[in-house]
């Protein structure tokens, strides 16, 4: 059976590795954008647990057809 833990070394690992791929400069960049998109997700979230109330739906309103009776065509 295959345990899938994350010790302290592996989270070093992942960081020295983060570090070298995109330097120190693009880290707090990518930090930030995932912290945004966390915080509209759960803005998200909180938004569908309320019930949505659709205003009421008018019915369209018939108009009068009309009924003109057209004359054929005399050639």
Same mark, same amino acid.
């Given at each position: ?48 647990? /309320? =019930?949505?109330?659709?205003?009421? $739906? &008018?019915?369209? !309103? +018939? /108009? =009068?057809?009309?009924?003109?009776? $057209? &004359?054929?065509? !005399? +050639?």
């Amino acid at each position: 059976m295959v345990v899938l833990a994350l010790s302290a070394a592996h989270v070093i690992i992942v960081v020295v590795a983060l570090l070298l791929l995109f330097g120190g400069k693009k880290i707090p960049e990518l930090m930030s954008g995932i912290g945004k998109g966390m915080k509209d997700f759960k803005k998200a979230i909180k938004d569908d647990d /309320e =019930p949505h109330v659709d205003p009421p $739906k &008018e019915s369209p !309103k +018939e /108009e =009068p057809k009309a009924t003109s009776k $057209k &004359e054929p065509l !005399k +050639e």
